[in-house]
């Protein structure tokens, strides 16, 4: 019995992929051909999860602090306060 599992591009959401070698820890990495982004299935550090930089920006006009936002995301405040000084520099 053969699984079949259809992937599809976190950036554009296209389906035409390819394999592109293996991290350290043994996680398969995937490259789009249309949009040439890599990504994994499986992120091992929660920071790499999609949505996770859009939940620091919706605690943060929240009222959270630092420290409350990496407890609940089961990230580093150094993430944190990187990704708010980025988005800050945009604006």
């Known amino acids: 019995m053969e699984h079949f599992q259809k992937i599809k591009c976190r950036h554009c959401g296209n389906s035409d992929i390819q394999k592109n070698g293996k991290r350290s820890t043994g996680t398969q990495r995937w490259r789009c051909k249309k949009c040439h982004k890599d990504f994994q299935l499986d992120y091992i550090y929660n920071a790499?999860?999609?949505g996770v930089k859009e939940q620091i920006i919706e605690q943060t006009i929240n009222s959270s602090g630092v420290r409350d936002i990496?407890?609940?995301l089961?990230?580093?405040k150094?993430?944190?306060i990187s990704e708010l000084k980025k988005k800050s520099q945009l604006r």
């Open 48 to 50: 790499c999860k999609p």
């Open 70 to 72: 990496s407890r609940n």
């Open 74 to 76: 089961k990230i580093s």
């Open 78 to 80: 150094n993430t944190v």
